[in-house]
Nanobody
Framework: QVQLVESGGGLVQAGGSLRLSCAAS????????MGWFRQAPGKERDFVAA????????VYVDSVKGRFTISRDNAKNTVYLQMNSLKPEDTAVYYC????????????????WGQGTQVTVSS
């Protein structure tokens, strides 16, 4: 069992930055690929970024490429999402998730989910 707790959300002006963190319980964190997803009001939850267990490979949705960076610190059991040049359309609840496979954006392949953290970008 893995428990995930996100933090770091908040209100920021357009063009600003936030860094989200997702702390995981358990001693096998490095065996999980991690993903970030987001859900805007009235919309479905969408894929944002993912990273392999070693951190050696990452993948992003096109809309955040060049602005967001996913990373992880396996010694701290934590995955991060650095978000720069934020836009109002980035406003959403952001979720982290853990998968025992390289799940990319396939939500059904993720085994564990956090409770989410709200990110609001004002124009």
């Amino acid at each position: 069992q893995v428990q995930l707790v996100e933090s770091g959300g908040g209100l920021v002006q357009a063009g600003g930055s936030l860094r989200l963190s997702c702390a995981a319980s358990g001693r096998t964190f490095s065996s999980y690929a991690m993903g970030w997803f987001r859900q805007a009001p009235g919309k479905e939850r969408d894929f944002v970024a993912a990273i392999t267990g070693s951190g050696g490979s990452t993948v992003y949705v096109d809309s955040v490429k060049g602005r967001f960076t996913i990373s992880r610190d396996n010694a701290k059991n934590t995955v991060y999402l650095q978000m720069n040049s934020l836009k109002p359309e980035d406003t959403a609840v952001y979720y982290c998730a853990a998968s025992t496979s390289w799940a990319l954006g396939h939500q059904y392949k993720y085994d564990y989910w956090g409770q989410g953290t709200q990110v609001t970008v004002s124009s």
